[in-house]
């Protein structure tokens, strides 16, 4: 360390900088117990510091993310009442035999998955699309960034709210203009296939302008040689998205589809307050019933807390083997390329 | 010390001067066409509709709602509505409680995501690299696995029903730590921390004098993305704040919905009353926020 304070800025009456500088002994016995202080304190301070400064963070996270989601997984081996919390029976796996034997697990479980594709993958397309335009010499482009950007700001509530309205099977404004072309009127509640678009229309509408702002930033960053000389080897436009673009975008896709799924594998505001008879059943038919309201209809209305902790373990679980899957598509792509 | 803070002008204007031409962004030399400009007209009416009917809808009254055609256009009942649905969700004390809870949650997560992002951006030790993974990991976990232990913890604590409980579990952002790590790496270069610690600042004082005016711009967007996001988060304050007693806007919005004879249009006024202000920051902020965002989709 060439830049310790100690021996960098030698005081001025010593007669200053480098050349004339004088043997260490002729400094006083004092100044050379206050310098060797301050360097330890100096030392000390640039070993522990670095580890003070990421100790809230951690000790928060101990707290309140990684103590809770050991103990759910705990939890989920017991069975717990939601009226005696601290009444832990061991049960071994029998939550977990119990929900996989529910029929409601595997119903919540397809919902889930149906809504989050129908949720994911319009949403991503046209978030690329919507990117690729923006990404374009445009009069006022920061404005339709920002109009994106508004159902970002709204709230689950507030828009799940609004959107039960404009999906009303007799007044909706939805079934209205659906009667204008010529179409009958769609029961959005309660149809199984209509209640699922409904409930992946909320998402949609709420993440694709966020995930359009993120591929943007993403084809800001690819350099123009790659298209000059693509252009050059006489690739028109659209071969230039499929052969330029998509392949430079390929970590930023995955990761939108990473965090995507994680959002779809829990949602929960949308499809409970969607439902109009108020439940936490995900519909009369539990037609839009995900696993995250199955999960509080098990702990909060059912008061089973061990069982809804299976599911919550069974959702991570679910999580890390998509996790696991992301990765290896992602080394596969980088080998490849 | 103030030296020291002259430097991070230049280095502004380096990071800028690396990612400005802007004839090197992908088609960023091309003008849009006729077409673009009608795709993304369509697209902001999509986005804003939901929002404007929001406004017309709670303009009327519930029985010309469940009319059709439904009404396009505003009607006299707007300000009746506010106040009725600002009083029935007691929604004057469910604004105070969230203005708290997202302002200390937001300033929180800044202070603590700078002074560890940076410890990651810039400074080695031992363990660094694991603590990072850890990091990066706990974005990918959702907050949905924790709620049944944390409720648990709550209840314990006899934290039910009040604010704490929701505060103190939203502190933790793996976000934030990643966000401003990523942003320090680029727009604080190490040399400017050298000349700090060659005239003997401390490391509290580099952060204090250095590290926080660079990460200024970073810490606003961040503040501002992290007070949206608790200001909107539905899920734990729904669960932890079920009583009677002080919701948050969400909360207190979803509870209009869920009474045994909804008026729509008063729920609807709820609803716009509950996403106002963040309409509002955002189209003050809007633009800073949209550069967050991009910035913090970048890999650096």
């Known amino acids: 360390m060439a830049t310790r304070h100690d021996t960098a800025a030698p005081p001025l009456k010593e007669g200053g900088a480098a050349p004339g500088r004088p043997p260490a002994d002729a400094v006083p016995e004092a100044d050379k117990r206050r310098r060797a202080r301050l360097s330890r304190r100096w030392q000390r301070d640039m070993r522990w510091s670095p580890y003070a400064f990421v100790s809230p963070f951690f000790l928060l996270f101990l707290a309140f993310g990684l103590f809770p989601l050991i103990y759910t997984g ?24 119990r929900i996989f034997d529910d029929d409601f697990f595997w119903n919540a479980a397809k919902n889930t998955l149906t809504i989050g594709i129908i949720s994911t993958v319009p949403q991503l397309l046209m978030a690329m699309g919507i990117a690729h335009i923006l990404n374009y010499k445009l009069r006022g482009s920061t404005f339709y960034r920002v109009m994106m950007l508004a159902p970002y700001a709204t709230s689950i509530a507030a828009a799940s709210l609004v959107f039960v309205l404009l999906f009303g099977r007799d007044y909706g404004m939805i079934n209205w203009a659906l009667n204008a072309v010529g179409f009958d009127n769609i029961d959005w509640q309660n149809d199984k296939w209509a209640s699922q678009i409904a409930v992946s229309s909320i998402v949609i509408w709420r993440w694709t302008g966020y995930n359009a702002l993120i591929y943007l930033a993403a084809m800001q960053a690819i350099p123009q040689d790659l298209y000059e000389s693509a252009a050059l080897d006489g690739a028109n436009r659209w071969r230039q998205f499929i052969h330029v673009t998509l392949p430079s975008l390929r ?87 | ?53 929001t406004a017309i809808a709670a303009s009327r009254d519930t029985q010309r709602l469940a009319q059709t055609p439904p009404p396009f256009w505003f009607g006299s009942n707007l300000f009746d509505n506010l106040e009725i649905a600002w009083n029935d969700a007691n929604l004057g004390e469910a604004f105070i409680n969230t203005t708290f809870v997202a ?108 590290v926080f005016p660079a990460a200024r711009p970073a810490m ?46 008063l729920i609807m006024a709820g609803a716009l009353l509950g996403t106002l202000p963040l309409l509002i920051v955002f189209a003050i902020f809007g633009k800073q926020i949209v550069g967050g965002i991009m910035q913090g989709a970048v890999k650096g």
């Open chain 2, 220 to 265: 606003a967007v961040l503040g501002m993305l992290m007070f949206v996001q608790t200001w909107n988060d539905f899920l734990w304050p729904f669960l932890v704040l079920t009583q009677t007693g002080s919701p948050t806007v969400q909360v207190a919005v979803a509870g209009l919905g869920r009474g045994f004879t909804p008026d729509q249009s």
């Open chain 2, 103 to 210: 302002g200390v949650s937001a300033v929180t997560i800044v202070f603590l995501s700078t002074i560890a992002g940076f410890a990651f951006a810039k400074l080695r030790f031992k363990g660094r690299g694991a603590m990072m993974l850890i990091v990066i990991g706990t974005m990918m976990v959702p907050p949905q696995l924790s709620v049944i232990p944390l409720y648990m913890m709550v209840a314990e604590l006899g934290w039910t029903d009040q604010l704490k409980a929701v505060i103190f579990p939203s502190l933790v952002s793996a976000f934030g730590v990643f966000f401003m790590r990523q942003y320090l790496i680029q727009a604080l270069p190490d040399e400017i921390i050298e000349a700090a610690r060659v005239d003997g600042a401390s490391s509290w004082r580099v952060v204090w004098h250095v």
């Open chain 1, 251 to 337: 970590p930023t896709i995955l990761f939108t589809v990473v965090v995507s799924t994680i959002g779809a594998s829990q949602l929960f505001g949308e499809p409970l307050l969607f439902d109009a008879n108020k439940g936490t059943s995900g519909g009369s038919q539990h037609q839009f019933q995900t696993l995250g309201l199955y999960l509080y209809e098990q702990g909060w209305v059912n008061q089973h807390l061990g069982r809804a902790s299976a599911i919550a373990w069974t959702m991570f679980l679910i999580l890390i083997v998509i996790g696991i899957v992301n990765y290896v598509i992602s080394r596969r792509l980088r080998a490849s390329s």
């Open chain 2, 1 to 53: 010390m103030t030296t020291t803070l002259t430097p991070v002008e230049p280095t502004d204007q380096k990071t800028q001067r690396v990612r400005r031409p802007k004839s090197a962004r992908a088609g960023g030399q091309m003008h849009a066409g006729p077409i673009a400009y009608v795709i993304l007209a369509l697209f902001t009416i999509g986005s804003l509709f939901p929002l404007v009917w």
């Open chain 1, 74 to 97: 705990w939890a989920s081996l017991h069975t717990v009442e939601m009226t005696a919390p601290t009444d832990m029976e061991w049960a071994g796996l029998r939550n977990y035999t």
